[in-house]
Each structure stands twice: as structure tokens, then as C-alpha cells.
């Protein structure tokens, strides 16, 4: 990536470079240069010498004799003075020169030179830099605000390309029309087609949307310019949009070319209504201008306009109108296929053990992002390093997952006796409920293992297919089988614990959205009560019902959570001797891998009943 101006950091490097030269040249070459080299010898080779006629110069003062031989150039000696009233008489028969004195320290000029006119000469120019960024940065000159100090890369070859970015075949595609039309727009202007102008790519954070604009510009082999909407935001009003000017003048120039903008939401979130004195004035301009450039060029001149965002629904719908970024491309997380393209495409940079099955690591990862599986790999890269092994190997794979999905194990955690049997019955509990139940995705893997995260251990299920929908009937199974963990508690201890706070989160979560979002209660039929608040980054809802049926779906909650519980305290208690079988497994192990729970499991039939395996 090249740009324009050089940014802070590399300048900060270039200040530390400068201070270290300065500092070796004044240890290593300097002394050299100014003081050429003296060799110290005792007084009396000084006389040996001077009486076998080897010496052309002498120089004394009172802290020692400096003296030269006639070699040619001459070599330098010192010596210590002595009280020696007999050495002017002999120097005087040698018929030597003598005065003071012999040896300049340096020339004069030079000292001068190296002391003060080149340090100055490298802080004036250390300070031009600073001056000028100072000046840059809009806060000293006024006359400058009009200009801008857009930063603004032009890629050139980013090394990108589309066989980087895996499993987004539908987003590839549009793209590489798009990079088609920059190569050939006759073509297109032929048929009389217009290309839009601006193209907004949209999904959630980590699918591959900024990698996607370098793999165009990779392909697109036309200049690039890219620029993140968090850089037009300014401390003073009007930079933002001078930034904008700016870039749309360069790419002007430029054409074809494309333009990237990542982040735009955070320029081009909704102008408000009814903003009063101030707002958020630079925003808005920056905004203004920008549709504005969107709407001042000629398209078909070339200049392509990409933008990403995670979160399309604040963007002012002036953006998302006809005419500017009327196309939008949707980069959603990755299905199975996907997971293990991607997975593929990062394996590449490890050196994986020949046994590994990446098709069973992406199965594990489902929901994961292109992010999280780069991390995934890179994580497992790490452990076997930790390891001391020079291959990743599949247990690696797993292990890393388990990491991104609950956090690292935590080795030096020590539960107590009871607790552990308590973890390894509400583990359990979880596995048989949903094993036990038709429909559920099979258990992949149980472990009470206490993980940072502050889970004590974890139950992990993995579908074997893909799946879009979910029954009611899918979603009460799910319900009951997180229940399955405090249901196991009750019925072995006949106490209930405080690790059941993450399923009862989530069971309510569930069973919430059944009755204000799925429309899966008679009582209300089709109607969301709860609507999301962002499309990919989930989190909030927003509520709109009266108070009264706020109660009814406060009860109804309540209601089928209960129902599932009670329907999966009575599969454990109808399987109790297994329960008991798998947990006393499990204590022992600490790790149950998914084969291994189903072959005790056995196949699901109503056991009789037997004492506790476990004393508690
Ligand atoms: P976004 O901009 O959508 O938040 P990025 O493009 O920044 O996500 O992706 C972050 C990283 O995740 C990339 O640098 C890449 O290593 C990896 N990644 C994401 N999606 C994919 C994909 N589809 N194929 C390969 N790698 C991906
Ligand atoms: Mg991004
Ligand atoms: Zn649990």
C-alpha cells in the first residue's frame, strides 16, 4: 500500500533512526575523524628513540610529550613529562623541531562543523516534519483548513486476489462484474446498460467485506483508493468534508479507479430531523458532501464507489437511494461449504498433520465467521507450538474451537470433589435430554473442563446438516435440553446450583422469541412484539406492545419454560441409572468425545431404576 503523506508512525521511526545515528556516529566515527591515533609508550623508549633519530617533532606541555617519527605519514606517540633537565639538550644535538603544539586536536572547522552546524541542520529538519504536520493537522494555520490532509492510499498491488476470499461465491460474482465494467465499459455503455455508481457491501463484522475491496482492487488493476469513514470524522468543522472533496478530485483524476470507503456508517449514519443549534454539524456536512460528489460525477467515466458497513439500517436513506449506492451486496457468515473453504484457504499457512479433517472442524464452527476460522487456525497453529510439535494436528483443530467458543481451559482451577460430580450431572443432564430427544443435533463433545470464560464445563452440540429453520417443535427440544442441566441437579442432589445462569439466559431468550418475534403461541398468532434493533450485529430489541400484553408475554415465557423443564427432568428420570453411568464416565474423564457418550448411551430405552453410581 502506498501513500500520499507519510503517516505519524513511520515519521516517529524516522525520528528514532536519526537519534541512533547520531548517537553512533558520535561513539564510533567521530573521535576517529578528530583525533587520529596516538600510541603511549614508556619515557625511556621516548629517549631510545630520540637518541636512534627516529623522531621529527616533539610537543610538551605539562601533563605529557607528544612527539612524531619521521615516517611517512607519521606515526603519533605520547609519553608521560619527566623531570628531565638533560632533554632539551639532547633534542637540541638530535636537531629535531620542538614546539607546541605538534598535533592540532582537530582543524577548527571541522569541530565546528560536526558540533554545532550539523545538529542544528538535522533539528531545523526534524522540526520542518513536525512543523508541517503540525500545520497538516489544520490546528496552526487557518488558511490551510480549506485544504485537506486526506489520507488516502492508493493500493498497488495488494496481492489480493478473489481465490483469498473463500466461500462467498454470490458476493465474488457481482464484484467481478463490477471489476469487468472498469476494464470494458463499452460493453456495457453499448447495450446501453449504467453500471451503478456506488456499491455497498453489507453483512455482519468478519465475513470478508474489507478482504473482498483488496481482492477487487487486486483484480480490478486500476487504482484504488481507500479510505475508512472513522478518518473523515475531524476535530474541526469542515476538514471532513475538504476530506471528501479531495478524494473524489484525485479519483477524478484518476478514472477509472475505484474508490473504497470501509465503515461508512460511521459517517453516514441518519441525518436527525429536527436537529437544533449545532448537532452533529461536522457529520452532516461530511455527509452533504459526500452525496453530493456521488451525485456531481459522471459514471461512465469509471469511477466505481465501494463501501462496507455492518450496519446498513442507521445509513441515511438518502445513501441507499437510487443513483448513489444503489446496489447492495450482501456478505453474509458462512455455510458449511463456505467454513470449510475458508478453513482451506488458511490451512494453507499451517502446516497441518496429514490426518486432519477440516470438514469436521468446520461442522463444530458453525455460526463462525471468516475471522473467527482465520483465528480458529491460527489458535490451533499456536497450541501446537505450545506443544512443541511441527504439525497441527486435529485435536489442535478442536481444542480450538472449544477456546473460541468458551475460552481457554483453566489448568490451575481446583473444584472440589462435590462440585465436579455437580458440573459432570449438569453436563450430562444437557447430552441425554437432547440425545434422548428425536430431532436434536447429535453431541459432539461434554467436558468439565472450567474454561477462563468462568464456564464450569460445557456440552457441544453440532448439527450434521445445515440447518435454516427451526420447528416449534426444534425450538422446545433446544429449550428442554439446556433446562436438561439443572433438571439433572434437581433430581440427583435435590438442590439446584448457580451454574444453570447461562442456559436459563438463554432458554428464556428462546422461548421469549417464540412468543414476541416467531409467532409460535396461539394466544397471539403472527404478530412481533420485539423487533431487532441491527440485522448483523443482533444484540438489542426493541419492544413495542402495552403493558398488559408485556405481562401476557412475561407469562406465557414463563410457561414454556416450565412445560420443557418438566419434560426433561422426566427423560432423566426415566433413564437415571444412565445418567448416573455417563456422569461417573465423565467425573473420571473429565472429556467425553460424542461417540463415546452415544455407545454408553446406548440406545435410548427406559432403563429400570438403580442407586446412585456416585456417592454425593
Ligand atoms: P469485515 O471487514 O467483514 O469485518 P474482514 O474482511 O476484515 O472482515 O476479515 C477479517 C479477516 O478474516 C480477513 O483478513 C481474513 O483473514 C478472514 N476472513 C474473513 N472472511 C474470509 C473469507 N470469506 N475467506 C477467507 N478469509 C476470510
Ligand atoms: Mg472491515
Ligand atoms: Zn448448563
Known sequence: MREFKPPRKSFIYYYVIVMVAIMLLNVFVFPRILQPRVTEVPYNQFLNMLEKGEVSEVSRDDVQILFADKEEPPKLYKTGPMDDPALLEKMHTAGIKFYSPIVEPASPIMTFLLSWIVPIGIFMLLGRLLG?????????????????????????????????????????????????????????TEVGAIMPKGVLLVGPPG??????????????????????????????????????????????????????????????????????????????QTLNQLLSEMDGFDASKGVMILAATNRPEILDPALTRPGRFDRRIPVELPDLPGRVAILKVHAKKVRLAPDVDLERAARAAAGASGADLANLINEAALRAVRHNRKTVTQEDLEESIDVIVAGHQKKDRVMSDREKKIVAYHEV????????????????????????????????????????????????????????????????????????ANDIEQATKLARAMVTRYGMVDEFGMVAFDQQQSQYLGGGFTTNCSSETQGKIDALTVQIVREQYDKAYQALKD??????????????????????????????????????????
Open 132 to 188: 508541517n504536520r503540525l500545520s497538516k493537522m489544520g490546528s496552526m494555520n487557518a488558511m490551510q483548513l480549506g485544504k485537506s490532509n486526506a489520507k488516502i492510499y492508493i493500493e498497488s498491488e495488494t496481492g489480493t486476489s478473489f481465490d483469498d476470499v473463500a466461500g462467498q461465491e454470490e458476493a465474488k460474482e457481482a464484484l467481478s462484474e463490477v471489476v469487468d465494467f472498469l476494464h470494458n465499459p463499452k460493453k456495457y
Open 429 to 500: 443432564g444437557h447430552a441425554m435430554v437432547a440425545a434422548l430427544q428425536a430431532g436434536s443435533a447429535p453431541v459432539h463433545k461434554i467436558t468439565i473442563i472450567p474454561r477462563t470464560s468462568g464456564a464450569l464445563g460445557f456440552t457441544m452440540q453440532v448439527e450434521e446438516e445445515e440447518r435454516y429453520l427451526m420447528s416449534k417443535e426444534d425450538i422446545e427440544n433446544r429449550i428442554s435440553s439446556i433446562t436438561g442441566g439443572r433438571a439433572a441437579e434437581e433430581l440427583v442432589f435435590n438442590s439446584i446450583t448457580t451454574g444453570a
Open 207 to 284: 465475513t470478508g467485506k474489507t478482504l473482498l475491496a483488496k481482492a477487487v482492487a487486486g483484480e480490478a488493476k486500476v487504482p484504488f483508493f481507500s479510505i475508512s469513514g472513522s478518518e473523515f470524522v475531524e476535530m474541526f468543522v469542515g476538514m471532513g468534508a475538504a476530506k471528501v472533496r479531495d478524494l473524489f478530485k484525485q479519483a477524478n483524476e484518476k478514472a477509472p479507479c475505484i474508490v473504497f470507503i470501509d465503515e461508512i456508517d460511521t459517517i453516514g449514519k441518519r441525518r436527525e430531523s429536527g436537529a437544533g443549534f449545532g448537532g452533529n454539524d461536522e457529520r452532516e
Open 575 to 616: 433413564n437415571e441409572r444412565k445418567l448416573h453411568e455417563i456422569a461417573q464416565v465423565l467425573y473420571e474423564q473429565e472429556t467425553l468425545t460424542g461417540e463415546q457418550f452415544m455407545e454408553i448411551l446406548g440406545s435410548p430405552a427406559n432403563l429400570p431404576e438403580a442407586q446412585p453410581a456416585i456417592e454425593v
